[in-house]
């Protein structure tokens, strides 16, 4: 599980940052790639990374402000001429349907594959699957603006194989077995029991995508023990009157949500290109103040998501 920021600019693109979209990469787990908004160029980010648009197969959109999805469209239609044949998915608020059909039809383009659309509200549980939950709730942004929480379901823990050989049970099928917990019987008459033998189960990640937003109530339950939370940090703090009046957040309300959620990691996005690169990095030892393991993404940034036992 992967994140890769292809975007991280806020309301215009800047010679240095995008604005956004975010891909979480779930090729070891699903052979899927998934995208949180698609602003404008997207596709022309996505030519400097090696993701393969016809791997990208849903598409969630976390509000209709032009910056989030101006870039839809024309990805669309490029999946199209780069072998894109399976069907894609896209997650949005109301009136993303009409917005992507209105703009195919009036641009005379058609799509090599079948669309389908899911216009969520307030609370709506999009997925719940073998591998994952996802859930969306509404943030504060003046429009409809959501949040998604993607919570990773827990898996059986490895089967030690070692011991297994050491204790003279032959490789192959009896493996499955003993892997599902099974009890069997080994041609000598020796009962192995599958239990005994395999590790405690992988805790799930969980991962918090907002979209823009101020501060409010939704985002604890969104983020509350996830791994990692991305949140936009549009303004710093000494600008927060600014960040107030246009519905954003700064750095260090993004930090206090994170430290109040319970969150291991925040990444900050949505970044005004009013900022230069030393702003940045005041607004990123700003937020740490607040949150130690903050860190602000650039453009084609990636931050992997570990299990507990790996970071150990």
């Known amino acids: 599980m992967e994140l890769l920021f292809l975007g991280t600019g806020s309301g215009v693109p800047s010679k240095h940052r995008n604005v956004s979209s975010l891909a979480l990469k779930l090729l070891d787990e699903l052979n899927e790639i998934w ?6 160029a997207t596709q022309h980010k996505i030519l400097h990374t090696t993701l393969k648009p016809r791997k990208i197969n849903k598409v969630f959109i976390t509000h209709m402000h032009g910056d989030h999805i101006y870039g839809l469209p024309g990805f669309l239609s490029s999946r199209s001429f780069q072998g ?20 195919l039809k009036l641009s005379h383009t058609r799509v090599s594959y079948r669309l389908k659309f899911v216009e969520f509200t307030d609370g709506d549980v999009l997925m719940d699957t073998d591998y994952c939950t996802v859930r969306v709730e509404r943030l504060n942004h003046g429009v409809d603006a959501y949040g998604f929480r993607i919570e990773e379901k827990d898996k059986i823990g490895s089967l030690d194989a070692e011991r297994l050989v050491a ?4 490789f192959g099928p009896l493996f499955g077995r003993l892997k599902q917990g099974e009890v069997v019987i080994l041609d000598d008459g020796r009962e192995i029991d599958g239990k005994d033998y395999i590790g405690p189960d992988i805790k799930g990640r969980t991962v918090t995508i907002l979209g823009d937003t101020k501060p409010t109530e939704s985002i604890y339950r969104l983020a509350k023990g996830a791994d990692v939370l991305v949140h936009e940090a549009t303004f710093a703090h000494p600008d927060k009157e600014l960040a107030r ?3 954003h957040s700064t750095n260090v309300q993004a930090a206090h949500q994170a430290k109040s959620a319970g969150v291991k990691t925040l990444l900050l996005n949505h970044i005004s290109s009013r900022y230069l690169y030393h702003d940045v990095k005041a607004l990123e030892q700003g937020a740490r103040e607040v949150f130690e393991e903050t860190y602000v993404m650039n453009d084609l940034d990636e931050y992997e998501v570990l299990h507990v036992e790996q970071e150990s």
Request: net charge negative; glycine share 16%.
């Open 35 to 40: 995208l949180f908004d698609c602003g404008e």
């Open 84 to 103: 894109g044949e399976d069907p894609l998915t896209i997650y949005g608020p109301k009136g993303i349907k009409h917005f992507v059909l209105s703009t």
């Open 167 to 170: 204790a003279g049970v032959p």
């Open 245 to 247: 009046s246009y519905n």
